[in-house]
């Protein structure tokens, strides 16, 4: 039988190696896709997430076209935990991190690297949980 990795552990990993000295992206970008990485990691592991709680994609107001927002809502009053207020402030930081305006100044390397093992650590504990 062949074993799947967690999707989110393959994000994950290619994160690190975004963030990495032998990353493809130019020196410039590694942190925005780094933080893209991470932030679909993070998504991943919140869908399955809600799941576990019984809230199904596509059940009730929780499903795959629901807003991110909605989502964390959700995972905050069902769950309650640090980690479940950790993975909407990781959420909320890699979306920033994400996105590119003028007039702010991009999430460096070392930023993005602390949301990626904080991302890793919540996805490991509820590895280890399940």
């Known amino acids: 039988m062949v ?3 967690n999707p989110a552990l393959t994000l994950l990993s290619a994160a690190r190696t975004a963030l990495g000295d032998q990353s493809p992206f130019p020196v410039d970008r590694r942190a925005r896709a780094a933080a893209t990485l991470t932030r679909a990691a993070l998504e991943h592991e919140i869908d399955d997430w809600l799941n576990t709680l019984g809230r199904a994609n596509g059940a009730g107001p929780h499903g795959p076209r629901t807003r991110w927002a909605s989502k964390l809502v959700a995972l905050r009053a ?3 935990t640090p980690a479940s207020r950790e ?3 990781a ?3 890699l979306s920033s991190a994400c996105h590119h305006h003028a007039y702010d100044l991009s999430a460096t390397v ?4 602390y949301l990626t093992a904080l991302v890793e650590e919540i996805v490991s504990n509820r590895s280890s949980r399940t």
């Open 110 to 113: 070392a930023e993005v690297s």
């Open 91 to 93: 959420w909320n930081a």
């Open 78 to 80: 069902l769950d309650g």
């Open 87 to 89: 993975a909407t402030y």
């Open 3 to 5: 074993e799947h990795q």
